[in-house]
């Protein structure tokens, strides 16, 4: 799926960016056969797009988690319950000891 077709027609797009799926660093959340994601609110884009690549991959999954707020979906990675979308190049630290 492209990303112009997850935008709305009313809404011009000034630059793309890839998100990337991300897991707590040495967490198993990853690792379960059907891997637990956390997702933002129905609406974003995000959700739709991370939705369809999880999909289109016929990887199982479940919703563990929803939160419409970028600490919560943190809360979510860092306590290993689900894995969670980020843009490519956040310079925004999961935790504060991480660099």
Do not use: Y
């Amino acid at each position: 799926m492209r990303p112009e077709s997850l935008v709305p027609k009313d809404v011009e797009i000034l630059f793309q960016e890839r998100l990337t799926w991300v897991s707590a660093q040495n967490g198993i959340a990853h690792e379960q056969n059907t891997l637990p994601i956390s997702v933002w609110e129905e609406d974003c884009a995000w959700r739709r797009s991370g939705l369809q690549s999880l999909q289109d991959s016929q990887l199982d999954f479940r919703i563990a988690f929803m939160s419409a707020h970028i600490s919560g979906q943190r809360a979510a990675i860092l306590a290993d319950l689900a894995i969670a979308l980020r843009l490519v190049t956040s310079k925004t630290p999961l935790c504060p000891t991480q660099r």
